[in-house]
């Protein structure tokens, strides 16, 4: 990884107070004054890089100060912009320098797009400034002559200066600066929120990067210590929001937002589609009915707020839900305390091709008075909102990057979430100074779940654990988490509002769950009087212990059965904002005569008890009775106090009273790798399956892989979350119990916007949380997770229990029906009979193949059917095993074959890892699963006739040998 670029390496030998610049018309502030500096000294050496600056921090200035430097140095200045608004708002600052006024400019924009007072020269890049929007040079990429014209610019040392570099990154424009990049140009690129949701990074096509070649940083405090701009009040007023619409309509919401994000669509894609679809046309009732409460909602929250603000900004995620907004809020009355109380507001609808306007209720033209009709100009809505005009604007996407209305002191994010780019800069329309009105802060309101991720996302970086944020924020240079940082510290009240946020999300999921989490006691079970119930005995903090021993006439030994209770508040399993209703007691048991072992979890201590006896383990009066000898006293304080036992979890061990503590002490610790290991992992495998609804789990249980994450019940989460902290314990005691491998294990989950408390699942334990939201990692992981499910060491758990038939979409299955399951069940059926003796321990199988049979494997080609059964059905499972398409196969295999040819062997072991083999299989289309299917029935059969063959064979030669005897 490239080292991040050293702003001040850049810079003249001068201090940061001793820089001072004009320019044009205008005195440059200390840090853009370094800034300019920097700039120019890129410019000077042709080196790429970034300028990353707070929204309201003058980039227009900057790019007027690079366009006069360009000029100075003798090097001609391609300015791009996204649109052509930010195009006039920075050539107008560039008319203020003489020197960028004085040269010869082109302009490369639409054809009916008028810039400035001049004659225009269009569509050239021989020019000394060339102001350009991205879209008018991606148009021309057809054109021979302009990409010659691009390598002229390249070659004459031409500097691309991208305005708002962030939404810059698409193919297309990609092309047209590696062009320039190519011939020798350079790139500088200028933004607040570098990042975006696809990850590209325009200066790419330079050979650098945003986040490893900075060119220099503004911070937010030190332009905020200028008065450029304003601190931001965070409003979060999801809780408000959902409120108003209700639960059943929240969950709707939600579900189709969750959706598209399964998708793979960007967070942005999802929220333009959530509340979208209940504002189309052809919509249902019950759509259009929860569209109504959207658009009552949204303008309750307005004129909650809307007393004290001079301008309010709303931000919708679709053209039909802010327009029906727009007329809606026309109607409302401005509410108590606003200057104008009483009066109907001042609304204007912003889209990129369309604007209307109402006032006093009704649509009006652009001018108040004037009949609608006219086509009103962006820029002359803005001039009009500027000068005090309106009093809400509402918009789509129109509103963003460039656009400055200072007056504007409340904005609201009327969507669901949105990714960390968009919602920096939406708040940006805010936070720009307005002196005339006295404004000292702007109201950036939040009615879908943004604020929260952002901040949950920041504060986990903050706090060093990345994996529980989403991975664009991971990727963030360190500069700009600061600004993050410090833009949230400047609102002392927003982490006591996340708190109530998430509050509110926990009470919420916990509504209407009344599934049993517990094991209900059967009525038929014999569990005895309540005489002969066991009592447990404390053995440790949170731990309690009871068991009997019993003769065996038979083998002439004593043998034990042991329970270990376990409380799982007091243990520390649960945290104190548990669900309350969650089972308090989990007890694990253990026969020492047939190995057997069983965990329940329990909502009493006294069910617990009533399950221990149903398993043999009853009360032993006389034993009870009976006291521990000072040899058994002394032998269990020394295993008390022997490693790795002493750990600080596990303390507060009681002194065994009688012989039934004593002894049950003894079972329990007398092993490194003992009993006590054994029903901790057989407590953990319960608990795992009772926060999962799955059954039989393996004890080396690796990922638990959540489905629709933010949908959890709070009891499913406060399980899988006591399951995180037993395991840690269980690995801290012992690491190497089980195979000789450590019991390391994973939360993991493909949905990017999964919420603070689920991440929280894995708090304060050493288990990794991690978000899987890149497709190319997805599909890397994709083998891996078809065998974790053919194992059955991973599980995937939804709202609702199980997700058998999602996870096995994502291993990339073919089908999930019972024919599907019945043809995979056939396949590791038929193996079995084909391999030469039982699956070893780990899941690895062989099959011998006679010199006859791997000689017409290895003499197969491709495309081209064997002719014996034996030979057809391995080579399905050699190309099962290779990439797609059947090739290359697999290198262990085909070697062994090949040293056996070469050694004339009478024969081959080829060995198979049978998880693997299950997984290519179910991965196959279901004509090709049919196809290996008959081939291995084929060779099953062969081999079972060839073996009967064979023994009868060996039996008659036996026979004949005894009779000759």
């Not at 504007?408 to 800069?425: F, P």
């Not at 092993?671 to 029903?679: E, I, Q, R, S, V």
């Amino acid at each position: 990884m490239r080292p991040i670029s050293n702003p001040a390496d850049t810079l003249p030998q001068t201090s940061v107070s001793e820089l001072s610049r004009r320019i044009g018309d205008k005195q440059a502030e200390p840090y853009q004054a370094r800034i300019a500096a920097s700039v120019r000294e890129a410019i000077r050496r042709g080196r790429s890089g970034a300028v990353l600056a707070p929204t309201g921090s003058g980039k227009s200035l900057l790019a007027a100060g690079a366009a006069e430097d360009a000029i100075d140095i003798g090097k001609p200045i391609l300015v791009l912009h996204p649109d052509v608004s930010l195009l006039r708002q920075n050539y107008a600052q560039f008319q203020s320098v003489p020197a960028v006024k004085g040269a010869q400019t082109a302009f490369y924009v639409a054809k009916n797009e008028i810039i400035g007072e001049q004659p225009m020269v269009r569509n050239s890049l021989d020019a000394d400034v060339i102001p350009a929007t991205n879209m008018s040079l991606v148009n021309k990429l057809d054109d021979e002559e302009f990409l010659r014209s691009l390598d002229r610019f390249g070659k004459r040392g031409g500097v691309v200066l991208i305005d708002e570099g962030h939404k810059a990154a698409a193919e297309e424009l990609a092309r047209v600066l590696s062009r320039i990049a190519h011939a020798g140009g350079s790139g500088i690129v200028l933004t607040a929120t570098p990042f975006r949701t696809d990850g590209k990074d325009p200066l790419d096509a330079f050979g650098a990067s945003i986040e490893h070649d900075l060119i220099d940083v503004a911070s937010y405090d030190e332009v905020l210590a200028t008065g450029r701009t304003v601190p931001t009040r965070f409003d979060i007023a999801t809780g408000e929001f959902e409120a108003h619409l209700g639960a059943d309509a929240v969950r709707l919401i939600e579900s189709a937002f969750l959706a598209l994000l399964a998708e793979n669509k960007s967070v942005d894609q999802a929220s333009q589609q959530a509340f979208s679809r209940f504002f189309k046309e052809g919509a249902s009732e019950g759509d259009k009915a929860i569209a109504a409460l959207i658009v009552a909602a949204v303008t309750r929250i307005w004129a909650k707020r809307a007393a004290s603000a001079t301008l309010a900004m709303i931000h919708c995620d679709s053209v039909e839900f802010a327009k029906e907004l727009s007329g809606y809020l026309a109607q409302e009355g401005l509410p108590p305390g606003h200057v104008r109380e009483g009066e109907k507001p001042r609304v204007a609808f912003v889209v990129a091709g369309e604007i209307r306007v109402w006032r006093n209720g009704s649509e009006e033209g652009p001018k108040e008075g004037e009949e609608p009709g006219r086509k009103i100009k962006r820029d002359d809505l803005l001039g009009a909102a500027r000068a005090g005009g309106f009093d809400i604007l509402v918009n789509v996407n129109a509103l963003g990057v460039g656009t400055d209305v200072p007056q504007t002191d409340l904005n609201i994010l009327a969507c669901q979430e949105r990714s960390i780019g968009s919602v920096k800069q939406i708040s940006g329309r805010g936070e720009r100074a307005h002196k005339a009105s006295g404004k000292t802060h702007q109201v950036f309101v939040d009615v879908g779940n943004s604020v929260l991720r952002i901040f949950s996302d920041i504060d986990a970086m903050r706090r060093n654990d990345p994996e529980r944020c989403r991975r664009q924020v991971r990727g963030l240079a360190a500069p700009i988490r600061e600004q993050f940082e410090a833009w949230f510290d400047k609102d002392p009240s927003l982490r006591e509002q996340i708190e109530e946020r998430q509050r509110q999300i926990r009470v919420r999921m916990g509504e209407g769950d009344s599934e049993q989490y517990e094991d209900p006691l059967d009525p038929t079970m014999e569990i005895g009087d309540e005489d002969t119930l066991p009592v447990p005995k404390p053995f440790a903090a949170g731990l309690m212990t009871t068991g009997m021993r019993r003769y065996d006439s038979e083998t002439k030994k004593f043998s034990s059965r042991v329970a270990l209770f376990c409380d799982l508040k007091e243990f520390g399993l649960y945290d104190e904002e548990a669900a309350p209703d969650l089972p308090r007691w989990l007890v694990a048991t253990h026969d020492e005569r047939t190995g057997a072992q069983q965990a329940f979890l329990c909502k009493t201590q006294d069910v617990a008890r009533k399950y221990v006896a149903f398993v043999g383990i009853r009360h032993d009066g006389d034993y009870e009775s009976a006291s521990p000898t000072d040899k058994q006293r002394k032998f269990v304080t020394s295993l008390q106090q022997a490693r790795p036992l002493a750990l600080p979890w596990l303390t507060g061990f009681a002194a065994p009273a009688n012989a039934t503590q004593m002894s049950a002490a003894i079972d329990l610790l007398k092993d490194k790798a003992g009993l006590l290991a054994k029903l901790l992992n057989v407590a953990a495998v319960r608990l795992v399956e009772r926060a999962t609804g799955a059954h039989s789990l393996r004890p080396d249980l690796r990922s638990v892989v959540l489905d629709r994450p933010n949908q959890l019940t709070p009891q499913r989460r406060d399980l899988l979350a006591a399951y995180c902290r037993l395991r840690q314990r269980f690995a801290d005691l012992y690491p190497y119990a089980f195979g000789g491998k450590p019991t390391a294990f994973s939360v993991t989950t493909f949905d990017p916007s999964v919420l603070p408390e689920i991440k929280a699942i894995v708090a304060n334990t050493n288990v990794r949380f991690f978000i899987i939201d890149n497709p190319e990692k997805e599909e890397q992981l994709r083998p891996s997770l078809a065998e974790g499910l053919i194992k059955s060491s991973i599980v995937a758990v939804g709202p609702k229990g199980p997700s058998e038939q999602w996870i096995r979409q994502k291993a990339g299955f073919g089908r999930h029906d019972d024919a599907a399951r019945a043809r995979e069940q056939s396949f590791r059926e038929y193996l079995t009979e084909l391999a030469d003796g039982p699956v070893s321990k780990d899941q690895t199988l062989t099959i011998t193949l006679a010199r006859t049979e791997y000689l017409e494997i290895a003499a197969a080609k491709p495309g081209k059917e064997l002719i014996r059964a034996m030979p057809s059905a391995v080579m399905n499972l050699l190309l099962l095993l290779g990439e797609e398409g059947g090739m290359p196969l697999p290198g262990e295999q085909v070697e062994l074959i090949q040293d056996a040819i070469g050694k004339n062997r009478a024969d081959v072991v080829v060995p198979f890892s049978l998880p693997r083999l299950c997984a290519r299989y179910a991965q196959r289309q279901v004509p090709a699963q049919k196809k290996i299917l008959k081939d291995l029935e084929k060779a099953a059969t062969f081999k079972r006739n060839r073996d009967a063959y064979l023994q009868s064979q060996a039996s008659t030669a036996q026979r004949e040998q005894r009779l000759r005897a």
